[in-house]
């Protein structure tokens, strides 16, 4: 199985940066997808960016330009630079990875990281 682990949230100012990382364990090389979702009060879970084994990203168009991922294969973690915060940026931010396992895709959810924009 892969087990995910974020870091990196916390409070920071309207036009701010801050640095996500999601760490993975476990059986790392099945994985397919790997990226961040986030999830306001009151807003469903959303799709911010995923990167593919290929090295192929996506993002929302909401942080297109502003938040990057990236990887560093040999330590199993992801990263979720974003910069020109936005007040509406706030939200608790969770790693997913999607990965092969017992002859199905499945998902790995991190706990969540917050990370708060003040205006």
């Known amino acids: 199985q892969v087990r995910v682990v974020e870091s990196g949230g916390g409070l920071v100012q309207s036009g701010g940066s801050l640095r996500l990382s999601c760490a993975a364990s476990?059986?790392?090389?099945?994985?397919?997808?790997i990226g961040w979702y986030r999830q306001a009060p009151g807003n469903q879970r959303e799709l911010v960016a995923t990167?593919?084994?290929?090295?192929?990203?996506n993002y929302a168009d909401s942080v297109k330009g502003r938040f990057t991922i990236s990887r560093d294969k040999p330590k199993n973690t992801v990263y979720l630079q974003m910069t020109s915060l936005k007040p509406e940026d706030t939200a608790v931010y969770y790693c997913?990875?999607?990965?092969?396992?017992?002859?199905?895709?499945?998902?790995?959810w991190g706990q969540g990281t917050q990370v708060t924009v003040s205006s």
């Open positions: 997913n990875a999607h990965y092969y396992y017992n002859w199905q895709w499945v998902d790995s």
């Open positions: 476990g059986s790392t090389s099945s994985i397919n997808v």
């Open positions: 990167i593919s084994t290929g090295g192929n990203t």
